[in-house]
């Protein structure tokens, strides 16, 4: 019986590289997207969820399409990954959609629909960053007070960020825990089909992102008042930083702004130092006009 390791080498290659364009079987079955942890809140009055506590994880992913070619014989794993290994940039794509609707906020990672990485290092991590105003078939869903709208919908997002780089496309998997390496991480902001979808208030919502990217490269959490909070902020700071060299907003096609992490803990320690400083000058005034 023919099988594939009786077909010509070129063949095979055309096969591996077919695999690794194919799609995760959960963005292609909104029967497997919908099977998710849920959080129970009433949609009149939702209940406030902060970071990775408001977001709803898979019960369970689906393994990449290539798999089961690194599970067969030596001969195929060694060409498969050989073929990755020739790809040269390692691109690879997600969608996170943030969905606002009866009060409620749902930042979702609907997709995976590049290549499955299996490799320690990612060139290019890119997310399609949309705006939808309805229900979304979703394998992860964040609720909140629609006051919290834009802290929910940028922390909701880290933790997802964090929980994708923890444990590369399984999410739910340790497999490759302190492993993947991200060289550059684009944010593409989609505002298409929304209200929002004109030239001035996509350079404004961009903005508003590049503002709180700020904020929490320096540590600054408004809003978010728990000590509990702010200690998971700075851990999931320091791992982030430790595995994304830059950072990108693009608006609208364009790059808006860019961020290089290599100096990101330097920077926030001495922002922390001139915070004390000029607090205890304040303090000191006050006392002075006693």
Not at 9 to 22: G, M, N, P, Q, V
Not at 32 to 58: A, H, M
Not at 181 to 186: K, M, Q, S
Request: a negative charge.
């Amino acid at each position: 019986m023919a099988g594939l390791l009786t077909i010509p080498r070129e063949l095979r290659d055309r096969i591996y590289d077919w695999t690794l364009s194919d799609t995760l079987a959960s963005f292609q079955s909104r029967v497997l997207q919908r099977e998710r942890k849920t959080i129970e809140y009433t949609p009149s009055e939702p209940e406030t969820l902060f970071g990775d506590n408001s977001v709803q994880f898979p019960a369970h992913t689906s393994l990449p399409p290539a798999h089961g070619l690194l599970h067969t014989t030596r001969q195929i794993r060694y060409e498969f990954l050989d073929s990755i290994r020739r790809l040269g940039t390692v691109r690879y794509e997600v969608d996170l959609v943030e969905r606002k609707d009866c009060g409620t906020l749902a930042p979702t990672w609907v997709s995976v629909p590049c290549l499955p990485c299996f490799t320690d290092r990612i060139d290019v991590l890119s997310v399609n960053w949309r705006a939808r105003h309805s229900r979304t078939s979703s394998i992860a869903t964040s609720v909140g007070d629609s006051q919290y709208y834009v802290r929910n919908a940028f922390h909701g997002s880290l933790a997802l960020l964090q929980r994708f780089i923890e444990r590369g496309i399984y999410l739910l998997s340790k497999k490759k825990r302190a492993k993947l390496h991200i060289g550059l991480l684009e944010i593409h902001i989609n505002l298409s089909g929304t209200e929002l979808d004109n030239e001035e208030e996509i350079q404004r919502f961009a903005e508003e992102a590049c503002v709180y990217v700020d904020d929490y490269l320096l540590g600054v959490y408004n809003l978010i008042d728990y000590a509990e909070d702010r200690q998971t902020l700075n851990e999931q700071f320091e791992m982030l930083v430790s595995k994304i060299d830059r950072v990108q907003i693009h608006a609208n096609g364009a790059l808006h702004r860019e961020w290089d992490l290599s100096q990101a803990i330097a920077r926030r320690e001495e922002h922390s130092r001139n915070a004390d400083v000029r607090e205890e000058e304040s303090e000191g005034d006050g006392n002075m006009a006693i």
